[in-house]
């Protein structure tokens, strides 16, 4: 049974930083992707970053490049994404996911792939 834990969100002045957790459990396999998504109020559910777990491999999206990070600390099981210089467009719910890698081999792009979701938890800038 794969569980997904999001923490970490919060309200935050613009420019300023916050570091999200995504604790897991459940997941047998070292290869598969694992990503942070995010959702802004009457939007749709867009790519923040995502990681072969596997290698390593990153991906950020263009509007979060050199500003978000995404890593994982296996020892932990926990997968965060450090957030600096945000914005107020960077407001909304952050969820993490995981994919297997039937899924998402040939990229990780896609929210669709991902079947495992955490509850999500709220950013706020201003």
């Known amino acids: 049974h794969v569980q997904l834990v999001e923490s970490g969100g919060g309200s935050v002045q613009a420019g300023g930083s916050l570091r999200l957790s995504c604790t897991h459990s459940?997941?047998?396999?070292?290869?598969?992707?694992m990503g942070w998504f995010r959702q802004a109020p009457g939007k749709a559910r867009e790519r923040v970053a995502t990681?072969?777990?596997?290698?390593?491999?990153?991906y950020y999206a263009d509007s979060v490049k050199g500003r978000f990070a995404i890593s994982r600390d296996n020892a932990k099981n926990t997968l965060y994404l450090q957030m600096n210089s945000l914005k107020p467009e960077d407001t909304a719910v952050y969820s993490c996911?995981?994919?297997?890698?039937?899924?998402?081999?040939?990229?990780?792009?896609?929210?669709?792939?991902?079947?495992?979701w955490g509850q999500g938890t709220q950013v706020t800038v201003s």
């Open positions: 996911a995981a994919a297997p890698w039937a899924s998402c081999s040939s990229s990780p792009h896609d929210p669709r792939d991902y079947i495992h």
């Open positions: 459940g997941y047998t396999s070292s290869r598969h992707c």
């Open positions: 990681m072969f777990t596997g290698d390593g491999t990153t």
